[in-house]
C-alpha cells in the first residue's frame, strides 16, 4: 500500500523560504512520477511541480517558475519542493501525489491515486 507523508509547511513572511518533504513508501511500481499540487480555499486544486523518473524531467506551473524546485532522493524514497521567494498568493494547502503516470507538464489531480494528507503553508504579506 502506498503512503505518502508530508512535513515543511509552516508560516513565512512574503520573501522568505520553505522545503517541503514527501516520504514515500509501498511503491512497486518501476517508474512513477511524483507531483506537488495546491488547493487554496474556495479554488481548484492545481499542479505545482511534477517529477518524472523516467528520464528524470521535471515541469513547474508558469506562477512558480523560477522560484520552486522539486527534487528526489532515491536512497530516502522522498521528494522535496524547495519554496523560495514566496509570495502571499502561495498560501495553500501543499499535497504531494504519485503515481505511474507520464505527462507532458505538471499533470493533473485526477491522474493520481495516491496523495499525502497535506501540509499548510501560509505567506503573509
Known amino acids: 500500500q502506498v503512503q505518502l507523508v508530508e512535513s515543511g509547511g509552516g508560516s513565512v513572511q512574503a520573501g522568505g523560504s520553505l522545503r517541503l518533504s514527501c516520504a514515500a513508501s509501498?511503491?512497486?511500481?518501476?517508474?512513477?512520477?511524483m507531483g506537488w499540487f495546491r488547493q487554496a480555499p474556495g479554488k481548484e486544486r492545481e499542479g505545482v511541480a511534477a517529477?518524472?523518473?523516467?528520464?528524470?524531467?521535471?515541469y513547474y506551473a508558469d506562477s512558480v517558475k523560477g522560484r520552486f524546485t522539486i527534487s528526489q532522493d532515491n536512497a530516502k524514497n522522498t521528494v522535496y519542493l524547495q519554496m523560495n521567494s514566496l509570495k502571499p498568493e502561495d498560501t495553500a494547502m501543499y499535497y504531494c501525489a504519485a503515481d505511474s503516470i507520464r505527462d507532458n507538464g505538471v499533470g493533473y489531480p485526477y491522474e493520481y491515486n495516491y496523495w499525502g494528507q497535506g501540509t499548510q503553508v501560509t505567506v503573509s504579506s
Open positions: 509501498g511503491y512497486t511500481y518501476s517508474s512513477h512520477s
Open positions: 517529477f518524472y523518473t523516467d528520464d528524470g524531467s521535471t
